[in-house]
């Protein structure tokens, strides 16, 4: 079947650079993508989301960039800092309220 | 006060042993989801409710019951324990009809672990 999955399982980063973790989807049909963040030890927390009438959305540091031409969803996470590392997770919605993860992409930041 | 609570936080138990996790949430959603999780896959969805009187099988149910009791409560029952069971379990929950009504909010996890 089809499924939601990220380029790498591991990203280490140097504090106060740019991250972009990435992820590639397979569902034309999707609509709704969401980004999460796991700390060690805890449940999964909302980070951004985006529809897919829209190219691109803003957080507060986070930027999730939709591209669904080739269907490609990345999460760029400006000024890393210590509090950054944990595993993240690509996630989309077949539209019928079900989310489909991919397998996460752990983030180290170094100091 | 957490929204989403899951009980018990850590489980040992044996093989052939009947299981029950417990969820429960005062967010006022209507919709509930138990996943599990395995080191490099992600989250699975095992059962899902859109309502008290409504039940589905997601992906990985084979193994596992479920229970809705009331619109707060989701518990997810394993009546035969088994090793392969051993995972971290997630108890989610979203709003419906909340507009973009797909964002889920999730517990802290269930260690359980078969032995």
């Given at each position: 079947?089809?499924?939601?999955?990220?380029?790498?399982?591991?990203l280490?980063?140097?504090?106060?650079?740019?991250?972009?973790?990435?992820?590639?989807y397979s569902?034309?049909?999707?609509?709704?993508?969401?980004?999460?963040?796991?700390?060690?030890?805890?449940?999964?927390?909302?980070?951004?989301?985006?529809?897919?009438?829209?190219?691109?959305?803003?957080?507060?540091?986070?930027?999730?960039?939709?591209?669904?031409?080739?269907?490609?969803?990345?999460?760029?996470?400006?000024?890393?800092?210590?509090?950054?590392?944990?595993?993240?997770?690509?996630?989309?919605?077949?539209?019928?309220?079900?989310?489909?993860?991919?397998?996460?992409?752990?983030?180290?930041?170094?100091? | 006060?957490?929204?989403?609570?899951?009980?018990?936080?850590?489980?040992i138990?044996?093989?052939g042993k009947?299981?029950?996790?417990?969820?429960?949430q005062t967010?006022?959603?209507?919709?509930?989801?138990?996943?599990?999780q395995?080191?490099?896959?992600?989250?699975?969805?095992?059962?899902y409710?859109?309502?008290?009187?409504?039940?589905?099988?997601?992906?990985?149910?084979?193994?596992?019951?479920?229970?809705?009791?009331?619109?707060?409560?989701?518990?997810?029952?394993?009546?035969?324990?088994?090793?392969?069971?051993?995972?971290?379990?997630?108890?989610?929950?979203?709003?419906?009809?909340?507009?973009?009504?797909?964002?889920?909010?999730?517990?802290?996890g269930?260690?359980?672990?078969?032995?």
């Amino acid at each position: 079947g089809e499924s939601v999955g990220l380029h790498l399982p591991t990203l280490s980063v140097q504090e106060g650079d740019n991250s972009i973790i990435n992820c590639a989807y397979s569902n034309s049909a999707s609509d709704y993508f969401i980004w999460y963040k796991q700390e060690s030890g805890k449940g999964p927390q909302f980070i951004i989301d985006i529809r897919s009438n829209m190219d691109k959305r803003q957080g507060q540091r986070v930027t999730v960039l939709l591209n669904k031409t080739v269907k490609h969803l990345s999460l760029q996470i400006a000024a890393t800092q210590p509090g950054d590392s944990a595993v993240y997770f690509c996630a989309e919605n077949n539209g019928d309220y079900k989310l489909s993860f991919g397998a996460g992409t752990t983030v180290t930041v170094r100091a | 006060d957490a929204d989403v609570t899951q009980t018990p936080r850590n489980r040992i138990t044996k093989t052939g042993k009947r299981i029950m996790l417990e969820c429960s949430q005062t967010k006022g959603h209507d919709r509930m989801y138990w996943y599990r999780q395995d080191p490099g896959l992600g989250l699975r969805l095992i059962y899902y409710s859109f309502d008290v009187k409504d039940i589905n099988k997601g992906e990985i149910s084979d193994g596992y019951s479920v229970s809705r009791q009331a619109q707060a409560k989701f518990s997810l029952s394993l009546e035969s324990a088994i090793p392969n069971q051993t995972a971290l379990y997630f108890c989610a929950t979203a709003d419906q009809g909340h507009g973009r009504g797909d964002e889920q909010f999730f517990g802290p996890g269930t260690r359980l672990t078969v032995l």
